[in-house]
């Protein structure tokens, strides 16, 4: 049990942090100077993780409630901190497909000669779910790791 709970902490690391980068690095960087110039390599990070995501969150989230599910058995005092991070896992799914994944699939399809007349709040919108997304990542992340080190 011990080497799927470090795998889930790795991978959630991993995940939390690109997640992190993204929001924090790479749209501010793509959305200064000449935002428009930039369109094309977000449509293409938007197919990337359009493609990627969906598996490494699924994933993740499916890890999370294993390993809640395990801790139950044999782990009482990490109990409510794996299951706190799972729960996050649990609301950042449909969230994400309620949120910011229809705006990533509005991105990926937007003809660069003939843009939206809102395209630039569109990428806003986006942003700011992102945001919250990576709030409840790094929450879920803390939780994760109060739980593996509490996990007897």
């Known amino acids: 049990m011990i080497a799927i709970l470090l795998a889930l902490v790795v991978n959630t690391a991993l995940l939390t942090g690109n997640e992190f980068a993204v929001a924090a690095f790479i749209h501010p960087s793509l959305s ?27 994933i993740t989230s499916g890890l999370h409630i294993f390993v809640c599910v395990i801790a139950w058995f044999g782990a009482k005092p990490a109990f409510p901190w794996l299951c706190a991070a799972a729960l996050i896992w649990i609301i950042v799914i449909p969230y994400s497909l309620i949120f910011p994944v229809p705006l ?14 809102d395209w630039q709040q569109t990428r806003q919108k986006w942003d700011f779910y992102n945001w919250i997304r990576v709030v409840l990542l790094i929450s879920a992340f803390v939780l994760l790791l109060l739980g593996f080190r509490n996990y007897s």
Not at 33 to 47: C, G, K, T
Not at 50 to 55: D, E, F, K, N
Not at 105 to 110: L, T
């Open 32 to 58: 200064r100077d000449n935002h428009l110039f930039h369109l094309s390599a977000i449509q293409s990070f938007a197919r990337l993780y359009g493609r990627v995501m969906p598996i490494w969150m699924g």
């Open 104 to 117: 990533n699939n509005q991105v990926q399809k937007w003809d660069l000669k003939n843009l939206p007349f």
